[in-house]
Structure formats: C-alpha cells, structure tokens
C-alpha cells in the first residue's frame, strides 16, 4: 500500500519560506515514473493545487503560485519537496502531497494523499 | 482560467436517500479530467471519480458520475451514514468549491 508523509516546520515566519518534503513509501515503484502533486486547504475552505512534478523533474505550477514556488524531486529518496517563499498569512493552510492518478500526464487526478500537515505562517 | 461551480453548497438528506451532486465548468471542458473527492473531517481528501465516470479503486458502486462538456454529476444512489461529507470535483489545476452534504 502507498503511503506519503509530509515533513516540515509547522510554523514558518512571514516573507520566510516555507519547506515541506513529501516521503513516499511502500507500494511497487515508489517515486518512479508517476507525477507527484502539492494541494493546499485554508483552514475551513477548499482545495488550492499549487504543482505537480514528474519523476523526471518536469514542473507544472499553479499560475496564481508560479512566481513563489519550488517544486523538485528526489527520486533517490523517493521524496518530492516543496518551497513557498515570501509567505503571508493567506498562506497558513494544511499542505498536502499527493500521486496522480496512473496513466494520467495532465488533469491530475490524485489516488493517493497524505494526511496533510498544517502550516501556519505567523511572527 | 476554467472556474467549476458545484450545486448545492448544501444538501441535506437522510440514509437511503439518493443523492445528485452537480460540477458546472465556466467553459467546455475535457471529461478525462474530471474527478470528484470525498472529504471527511480532519482526513485528507479521497479519490471516488475520475475521467468523469471511472470508479476509483474500491470505491462502491452506489457512487457514479456522469456528464460531458460543462454539466458533470455525481449521485449516490442510496445514502449510508459515512457518505455524509464534503465532496468536491476537479478539473486539472481546478478545484470546485465544494458540497456539504448532510444528515437531514
């Protein structure tokens, strides 16, 4: 069974950057071969996508996010991470990491998530 | 930017009841990319749909979805009690804003 953890600070300082590393494990073939999402929840509202990675570090990223974020991979490790830099406090949301879907180059469906670990970005 | 509109914001019905969801897109949009999610509170969300009509892994049944273009549906044919949730239906980079549905 696929299993994601997300890592990181769970408080990170305004204009700092926030670093989240997603953990893959279990499964046939962990990290290789499938696109890799980050998605985001404001505290009691919906799901933002912020990017997803292909294992062979191709990116896509949310357009609204483009600017201020890092998406890589390490498939070494079987983990993907995330920066968010210049943070605000509209940035404070429980950040998830997630597969897409096999099969699926774009549109990405996420079968598999983590359980999401909430940043909150205050001084 | 496509913008999914769901309807209701709300729904609230009791067990055994069916249950139709609805996702409108802004503009015509690819069904291969349309998936729909079940969220609890506190967990993470799961995956029920995708390319408009494909059940997830061991997703029962009772979950269908349906549609094309701009109009997609999910129905739960018969409500159980652990179907009562937020559900929210996505199109690539775009999320809905989500249906609540609740006990009645």
């Known amino acids: 069974q696929l299993q994601l953890q997300e890592s990181g600070p769970g408080l990170v300082k305004p204009s700092e950057t926030l670093s989240l590393t997603c953990t893959v494990s279990?499964?046939?073939?962990?990290?290789?071969?499938?696109?890799w999402g980050w998605i985001r929840q404001p505290p009691g509202k919906g799901l933002e996508w912020i990017g997803t990675?292909?294992?062979?570090?191709?990116?896509y990223y949310n357009p609204s996010l483009k600017s201020r974020v890092t998406i890589s991979v390490d498939t070494s490790k079987n983990q993907f991470s995330l920066k968010l830099r210049s943070v605000t406090a509209a940035d404070t949301a429980v950040y998830y990491c997630?597969?897409?879907?096999?099969?699926?180059?774009?549109?990405?469906?996420?079968?598999?998530w983590g359980q999401g670990t909430l940043v909150t970005v205050s001084s | 930017e496509i913008v999914l509109t769901q309807s209701p914001g709300t729904l609230s019905l009791s067990p055994g009841e069916r249950a139709t969801l609805s996702c409108r897109a802004s503009q015509s949009v690819s069904s291969s990319y349309l998936a729909w999610y079940q969220q609890k509170p506190g967990q993470a969300p799961r995956l029920l749909i995708y390319g408009a009509s494909s059940r997830a892994t061991g997703i029962p049944d009772r979950f269908s979805g349906s549609g094309s273009g701009t109009d997609f549906t999910l129905t739960i044919s018969r409500l159980e009690p652990e179907d009562f949730a937020v559900y929210y239906c996505q199109h690539s980079e775009t999320f809905g804003q989500g249906t609540k549905l609740e006990i009645k």
């Open positions: 997630a597969r897409v879907y096999p099969s699926y180059s774009s549109g990405w469906p996420f079968d598999y």
């Open positions: 279990g499964g046939s073939s962990s990290s290789n071969t499938y696109y």
């Open positions: 990675i292909y294992y062979s570090g191709s990116t």
